[in-house]
């Protein structure tokens, strides 16, 4: 392990030799490779110049705008072009977060703080919308109503029965992460308004690909805030934006609804902290590269970038229904490929396309849905898309010819059960000791026919165990 505080200094140059050797055990995260976690435009210049406009702003604090006016015109400059792309008008506001769980946390902390009468508020969100509400109602003290979907979206009776009068918030997805597809938007909406009860939208994920999929004839409801009833929606520009990591934005209808939104406080000896979202000291490095990013790409040039994304979606669909042993489990209607086993275990099925550098993202088993592959696709997929159905239909024939995993006879387990000295023997017993993450078939396999409190109690411990300098 590098020693981060040396007796004394290191040059320059041998901390960034080390900080390169480093990133040399990381995936890909460009080349159209990596189906998860990094979105690639493909945009020659654009990292550099997200760099030098994120050098130019690093040192800028975003706690207080009077004393970095640049900061607040580059705030209110995102906030308003994504008012524009998102169905806003001139009543609409919005804050600038760290990203999209941050923005939903914030979503449902205006919803909870408008209703101080409420002793026991509740969220209603469908089974498939983001974990991030199950973390805000957990950090929140609200009480989480997780409604059944039907054909994975959101059933509007199934979401109107949820109501209650407690209910402060009721959400929906577009589209939801995991499969990709939009909820019914427009009838959720005038349902949560009829019962008096704020709406959002979670477009953390597509909502700034959507637009311009539409705009191209894509056959997707409205979802923003130009539906009657959606009170808020949110967007990660880290995402379909393709600015660097760190930047979403939180719009509301109204200045109204997002003033239970702040934090102020004045009962201490210091300055009255007054934060529009959870943090306080805030880098203008990650505002500032989103904000060259967007004047950079322009609305043009999103609606191009668009367009790869989707050609490479339809490149991949066909991949995967051309090859015996997988099928798409979901429509590939957005941004996102989602394939299940027709035939093959799909976990080996990952191991053998990252084998072959294809890096996809395993999902488990929830309620009736069964194991899926996730693929979020970008611009940069567009121009190695072709290779993937080749190397898909060699992956499916070696992971036929190895078989389903097959799990030896484990001790019934708890989560209560779980301990750092079992998580360490669990990890080397499954080769994960020495920190070669590239098979991971066996793991998955675990993972999956664990109930998901022993899951979390697995993952958690596993997580701690590598959060650790010794």
């Not at 009543?91 to 769980?101: F, K, L, P, R, Y």
């Not at 205006?110 to 089974?127: F, Q, T």
């Not at 490929?337 to 993202?361: I, K, M, P, Y």
Request: net charge negative; glycine share 8%.
């Amino acid at each position: 392990m590098i020693d981060a505080l040396p007796d004394k200094g290191v040059p320059g140059e041998q901390i960034l030799a080390e900080l390169h050797e480093m990133r040399g055990a990381d995936l890909p995260t460009h080349g159209g490779r990596l189906f998860a976690y990094v979105y690639d435009p493909a945009v020659d210049g654009l990292d550099e110049l997200a760099r030098a406009a994120y050098a130019i702003s690093a040192q800028v604090n975003g706690l207080d705008p009077t004393a970095f006016p640049s900061l607040l015109a580059m705030e209110n400059a995102l906030v308003g072009a994504a008012a524009r792309l998102l169905g806003g008008d001139r009543d609409t506001v919005g804050s600038v977060t760290s990203g999209g769980t941050e923005s939903l946390i914030l979503a449902v902390k205006a919803a909870r703080d408008a209703h101080p009468e409420i002793a026991n508020p509740r969220l209603v969100v469908p089974s498939t919308a983001h974990a991030a509400f199950a973390k805000a109602a957990h950090y929140l003290r609200v009480a989480l109503d997780v409604v059944p979907v039907t054909g994975l979206r959101a059933d509007p009776p199934a979401m109107a029965a949820a109501i209650s009068p407690d209910t402060v918030l009721v959400a929906a997805s577009a589209p939801s992460y995991a499969h990709g597809v939009v909820d019914p938007i427009p009838q959720l909406a005038a349902i949560a308004a009829e019962r008096g009860v704020r709406f959002h939208v979670d477009a953390c994920f597509g909502g700034w690909v959507l637009p311009y999929l539409r705009r191209l004839g894509a056959d997707l409801p409205a979802f923003d805030l130009s539906v009657p009833g959606v009170t808020s929606i949110s967007v990660d520009l880290h995402k379909y934006a393709y600015a660097p990591k760190g930047v979403s934005v939180l719009l509301h209808r109204t200045e109204e609804l997002r003033l239970p939104q702040y934090f102020a406080y004045a009962g201490w000896p210091g300055y009255t902290m007054i934060n529009p979202v959870i943090s306080s000291t805030r880098s203008g490095g990650p505002i500032a590269a989103a904000f060259a990013t967007l004047r950079s790409i322009g609305d043009s040039g999103y609606q191009e970038l668009a367009a790869q994304t989707r050609d490479a979606v339809r490149i991949l669909a066909d991949a995967v229904s051309a090859t015996d042993g997988v099928r798409l489990y979901a429509p590939a209607e957005t941004s996102v490929v989602c394939l299940a086993s027709d035939g093959v275990d799909l976990f080996v099925l990952a191991d053998e396309l990252a084998a072959r550098g294809w890096h996809t993202q395993p999902q488990m088993a929830c309620a009736d849905l069964p194991p899926t592959i996730h693929l979020t696709v970008t611009a940069a997929v567009r121009a190695t898309a072709p290779g993937f159905a080749a190397d898909l239909e060699a992956a499916a024939a070696a992971a036929r010819e190895r078989g389903p995993i097959e799990l030896p006879p484990l001790p019934p387990l708890t989560p209560e059960m779980i301990t750092p000295a079992l998580i360490a023997n669990l990890a080397e017993g499954l080769g994960l000791g020495g920190g070669d993450f590239s098979r991971m078939a066996a793991v998955n396999t675990l993972l999956n026919a664990a109930p998901p409190a022993l899951r979390e109690a697995l993952l958690t411990g596993f997580l701690s165990l590598l959060q650790r300098p010794a």
